[in-house]
């Protein structure tokens, strides 16, 4: 592995930042009528990160998982102290290399599959050196 490409971990001491959150929510439909009204602030960290000791942030590499919004470029949040469950998006290590892809389970096995039908479907027991690293449980990315 790449020792530059290895992720940090987020420091266990972290210092809360509150940005404002508006009292109204935003129609993603039709308009309504707009207040003025600034509630509670929130913190990411404590809305984006449950675990501090075991998450981090990864870049995204490549367009594999598209189809799940997630996109080139795209920062992800990364908790390793989850359970990799089928149906749950995945970094996994193999050969050395991460990937990101949905950890899935048929009649064969466990198998990684991209949200891209331009990628194959990645047969776990094909693999020989094969590591679930960690469950993505945000993707942040610009409009």
């Given at each position: 592995?790449?020792?530059?490409?290895?992720?940090?971990?987020?420091?266990?001491?972290?210092?809360?930042?509150?940005?404002?959150?508006?009292?109204?929510?935003?129609?993603?439909?039709?308009?309504?009528?707009?207040?003025?009204?600034?509630?509670?602030?929130?913190?990411?960290?404590?809305?984006?990160?449950?675990?501090?000791?075991?998450?981090?942030?990864?870049?995204?590499?490549?367009?594999?998982?598209?189809?799940?919004?997630?996109?080139?470029?795209?920062?992800?949040?990364?908790?390793?102290?989850?359970?990799?469950?089928?149906?749950?998006?995945?970094?996994?290590?193999?050969?050395?290399?991460?990937?990101?892809?949905?950890?899935?389970?048929?009649?064969?096995?466990?198998?990684?599959?991209?949200?891209?039908?331009?990628?194959?479907?990645?047969?776990?027991?094909?693999?020989?050196?094969v590591q679930i690293w960690g469950?993505?449980?945000?993707?942040?990315?610009?409009?």
């Amino acid at each position: 592995m790449d020792v530059q490409n290895t992720p940090l971990p987020l420091r266990a001491q972290r210092r809360p930042l509150a940005i404002p959150l508006a009292g109204e929510r935003v129609a993603a439909g039709f308009p309504s009528p707009a207040d003025d009204y600034v509630d509670v602030g929130i913190d990411l960290n404590e809305q984006l990160i449950r675990h501090p000791s075991s998450t981090f942030f990864l870049r995204v590499s490549g367009d594999s998982m598209i189809g799940a919004g997630i996109h080139d470029g795209d920062l992800l949040v990364v908790d390793r102290s989850l359970n990799p469950r089928p149906g749950r998006i995945v970094v996994a290590i193999l050969d050395g290399a991460f990937t990101l892809k949905r950890l899935m389970r048929d009649q064969r096995g466990l198998h990684l599959e991209a949200a891209n039908p331009a990628y194959p479907c990645l047969d776990l027991h094909h693999c020989t050196d094969v590591q679930i690293w960690g469950v993505a449980v945000h993707v942040i990315h610009p409009l």
